[in-house]
């Protein structure tokens, strides 16, 4: 009977696996490369390129439609004159492109790539330019293949860099917010750090950075509308507290998406058991890292209160590079309004107790401030 009972779960644990892997899924990957901006008069224009990756090596994926939403962040739509938008794809089979806004289906081969080309041009309101925060750009395309045809979105960020590192350095404040442009994955992390550092900083300070605007540089974030719950994410994250941000059904798919049904599952009645006896957080040990540090949807700073924020990636590397490159001790920290601060990774670990001391009352704030980097001097580390 328990031989039977066992290999009733086991089996239905492989069916669960086998329907995650048989998921719609595209291999296709979107990312940004580099942009430019270009200003005459009252009129600006951006131009970038995107590259569209085929990450599996025997499948083959057809685009039948690319469509571009630019969003002007930080101003009202009565203070646009006027937008357009250009996109040109960049490969040999589109020679008889015409300069319109017809997309020609094209099939992207197996671990090949193209680019595409967007041009954003706008005119706005002379009161309203030093408004503007960043363009965002909201890409909307269908992907088509052996998995069937379904709608990507994807996003990213245009910056728009601010001039404030005089009024970064006249602060004495032994922990000091640094406002930052609204970050994206077209900024390099160590560069921000460096182009926002006061100059008058010691190499005894402490620079910490948010883990969230961290991942978003490293493009670690995902569009609401790609998340495809299932009847097992919407069975567990009824098991969450509502502020959690595992408590809705796309938080917890995308928990599943990373660490697998199973891992999740299991993790998920044992935290549940053990909760009864009084031991708390065993799920988010058990479930993997990322337990902790997935941020839904209006957790993180606009334009990405839309999407789910992962947690950044080789975050001790990072702090290494970083403090190396700066000559300043730098760590990746997650802190919330309740007074909680987790240190990710840190270039040097005896600064974990300053860190939390000095970072417990959020001088970063956790709302729109963009003072996504917070440094603690060495009168505070003393």
């Known amino acids: 009977m328990l031989l039977n009972s066992l290999f009733f779960i086991i089996t239905i644990f492989f069916l669960i696996e086998i329907n995650h892997c048989f998921r719609q899924y595209s291999p296709l990957v979107l990312k940004p490369k580099e942009f430019k901006k270009?200003?005459?008069n009252s009129k600006h224009k951006y131009i970038t390129r995107v590259e569209i990756k085929n990450s599996k090596k025997r499948m083959e994926v057809m685009i039948p439609s690319f469509n571009v939403h630019p969003q002007l962040i930080g101003i009202d739509k009565n203070e646009i004159i006027n937008i357009q938008t250009k996109i040109k794809p960049l490969h040999t089979d589109e020679e008889e492109h015409q300069?319109?806004?017809?997309?020609?289906?094209?099939?992207?081969?197996?671990?090949?790539?193209?680019?595409?080309?967007?041009?954003?041009e706008?005119?706005?309101?002379?009161?309203?330019?030093?408004?503007?925060?960043c363009l965002w750009l909201d890409i909307e395309w269908v992907n088509y293949g052996p998995f069937?045809?379904?709608?990507?979105?994807?996003?990213?960020?245009l910056p728009n860099s601010l001039?404030?590192?005089?009024?970064?350095?006249?602060?004495?404040?032994?922990?000091?917010?640094?406002?930052?442009?609204?970050?994206?994955?077209?900024?390099?992390?160590?560069?921000?750090?460096?182009?926002?550092?006061?100059?008058n900083y010691l190499p005894?300070?402490?620079?910490?950075?948010?883990?969230?605007?961290?991942?978003?540089?490293?493009?670690?974030?995902?569009?609401?509308?790609?998340?495809?719950?299932?009847?097992?994410?919407r069975i567990l994250c009824k098991g969450f507290h509502p502020t959690s941000s595992l408590a809705t059904a796309a938080g917890m798919q995308t928990l599943i998406n990373i660490s697998g049904p199973t891992r999740v599952i299991i993790s998920w009645l044992i935290g549940g058991i053990?909760?009864?006896?009084g031991v708390k957080g065993m799920f988010y040990r058990l479930a993997g890292e990322q337990a902790r540090l997935i941020d839904d949807i209006t957790g993180t700073t606009p334009p990405y209160d839309k999407s789910i924020v992962l947690g950044p990636k080789d975050t001790k590397t990072f702090c290494i590079n970083a403090a190396k490159k700066l000559n300043v001790n730098v760590a990746v920290v997650d802190v919330n309004d309740l007074g909680r601060v987790k240190i990710l990774s840190t270039s040097n670990v005896d600064n974990a107790e300053i860190i939390k001391r000095s970072l417990t009352s959020n001088p970063a704030g956790n709302a729109n401030?963009?003072?996504?980097?917070?440094?603690?001097?060495?009168?505070?580390?003393?």
């Open 204 to 233: 005894t300070d402490i620079l910490t950075i948010g883990e969230s605007p961290l991942a978003v540089m490293q493009g670690r974030y995902i569009d609401y509308r790609n998340v495809k719950s299932n009847l097992i994410s």
């Open 38 to 40: 270009i200003i005459f």
């Open 122 to 133: 706008y005119e706005i309101k002379s009161t309203a330019i030093d408004k503007i925060k």
């Open 274 to 277: 053990l909760k009864l006896f």
């Open 148 to 157: 069937g045809s379904f709608k990507r979105f994807d996003g990213f960020v």
């Open 369 to 382: 401030q963009q003072t996504p980097l917070v440094l603690i001097r060495s009168d505070e580390t003393g």
């Open 163 to 199: 001039d404030i590192s005089k009024a970064n350095s006249s602060s004495t404040n032994l922990v000091d917010p640094i406002r930052t442009h609204i970050l994206g994955s077209l900024d390099d992390p160590i560069r921000v750090l460096e182009s926002y550092m006061p100059p």
């Open 99 to 120: 300069n319109n806004d017809y997309w020609t289906a094209y099939i992207l081969k197996g671990k090949k790539s193209i680019f595409v080309e967007i041009e954003i």
